[in-house]
């Protein structure tokens, strides 16, 4: 993953690409607002603010090529934001050659994948062959996993000259969620994101602890800290929404889709006619059911209980 998507720590943002006959080619250092063509098929709606672009360069593993960028947003020399968007193109490989690639990367990979590790928070995964939908939520130590990560491939060095060269500032914890689809069923291409956020961003309250292992966002740690549970709740629905999202601009297919039903901030929270005693107690029920004290029959009955 990491290899693939060399990262600093990424964007909290939804994420919108459509379709257009249109595409720009960017430089480093070139500052874009609004908009983001990453090629003929894709547009990126930005958040509001100017976002520079540090990261463009080709990819190429076990013959499979593609394209990446890395954008960031910055505010008083200190990267708030960042996102980074790859498309890999599989067509003319051998299907066997493609299948063996992508297993290596997402599911072999000693440091990173889209499976259980003590360090990811939360991991859903479809697979089936060569085909999979794969999102990982997590933390990182930033300054850590950037400068020295456990995998020496896993940052790119014309990013870590650009974060010298210009005297920039990283966050020391990140909140990072990692997307990834691919399907021989539809265009041939592999799709991966990554994202992050200054936990600040969402009001966090202050880390004392920033390794990995002794974080309050771990996922051993997170219950002794209720309010960065808060955070970390907030998140996954953030990035739980920001899949479904990232689904339909590649078009998966029905059968490969996730169900994050159980993740996603729940609509009837926005409505100012609910009380702030049901809110409270759906959001409880919904940390039950995360956690396996519940069944999603008996959450969603509990829910409409409550709703009604």
Known sequence: MKKLLPIIFLSFIFLTLNFEAKAKKYKINEVVENKFYFNKRF??????????????????????????????????????????????????????????????????????????????YLVKVFKKGSTHNCIVIGHSDVYRDFFTPDDPDATNASIKKWIRDNKIQLPKVGLTSFHAYYSRLVKGKWYLLNYGIDPNILNAPKNNFISEESSEYHKNNISKYPEHQKIMDRWVSISAQRHLEFENIVEALDAHKLDLNNLLPLKSLNSENLSSDIVDQINKLNNLYKNGALTKDEFEKAKKKLLN
């Open 43 to 120: 547009i990126m709606n930005l958040p509001e603010g100017k976002w520079t672009v540090i990261g463009r360069y080709n990819q190429d593993y076990y013959g499979i090529r593609g394209k990446v960028y890395t954008l960031v947003r910055i505010e008083n020399k200190t990267i708030l934001e960042s996102i980074e968007i790859g498309e890999m193109n599989t067509a003319g490989i051998f299907p066997t050659e493609v299948s063996h690639a992508i297993y290596e990367v997402i599911f072999k990979d000693k440091y990173d994948g889209c499976y259980e590790r003590p360090e990811y």
